[in-house]
């Protein structure tokens, strides 16, 4: 699904905390490593490090108050609808959604097919939702790992684009698995951004094939 464009990949990231993966892909922007400009950063809370993150970058950054949409049926859905004029406005070519604590509707899901990327911090399929890391140590899970993924209706179940796995050791916790994994996410969440703005990624029902890439057979050991 490559883009024709003689300018940069337009970005949007919405995000609901501290931002750490909105870092990542400021940084790899900023090193030349991915060809995109952020936009804006847009949050539904207030006061959140990724907003803080994005002015010291000299990024817009916009907080779009769910509060005026609580108590109606469709709020939900009238809440996406306000977020993507925003989005439209501002003529964005790709959503990334960074630690955004809300689950997008059909509104956005429809006007961005193929075009929102998410990370979750699990080898997706396995442990979707929240509370991860803890899912894979009480299972006995070898490896653990982070995926992006285009975003659907279904919470964490899009098209997977990439991923990386990490060995659960004997002695971890949820908290340090996290850590291990989040260092795994800032590497590969900015290279699916930029295989994305070469327009090497092509989406066949649930599969997403990355054109030109390099890939092994050779097995990931967990343990020797």
Not at 18 to 32: H, K, P, T, V
Request: glycine share 6%; aromatic share 4%.
């Amino acid at each position: 699904m490559p883009i024709n464009r003689t300018t940069p990949l337009r970005v949007a990231v919405l995000a609901s905390g501290r931002g750490s993966n909105l870092q990542a892909i400021i940084d790899a922007i900023e090193a030349g490593q991915v060809e995109a400009e952020i936009v804006c950063v847009i949050s539904n809370k207030k006061d959140v490090a990724a907003l803080e993150r994005a002015r010291k970058h000299g990024l817009k950054d916009l907080f779009i108050d769910p509060k005026p949409f609580a108590g109606r049926p469709d709020s939900r859905e009238t809440y996406d609808r306000a977020l993507l004029d925003v989005l439209q406005q501002h003529e964005v070519d790709l959503v990334l959604l960074a630690g955004y604590m809300k689950i997008v509707t059909a509104v956005l899901v429809t006007a961005y097919v193929n075009r929102m990327m998410n990370i979750h911090p699990s080898l997706l399929p396995s442990f979707p939702g929240l509370d991860v890391q803890k899912k894979a140590i009480d299972w006995g899970c070898k490896l653990a790992g982070c995926t992006v993924h285009f975003v659907t209706e279904g919470v964490d179940e899009g098209p997977i684009i990439i991923q990386a796995a990490v060995p659960i050791l004997d002695e971890d916790t949820p908290e340090t698995l996290a850590e291990r994994i989040l260092i795994q996410e800032h590497k590969i969440y900015p290279r699916a951004v930029q295989l994305f703005a070469e327009g090497r990624l092509k989406v066949e029902g649930r599969r997403v094939f990355i054109d030109a890439g390099k890939l092994t057979d050779e097995a990931i050991i967990s343990a020797v």
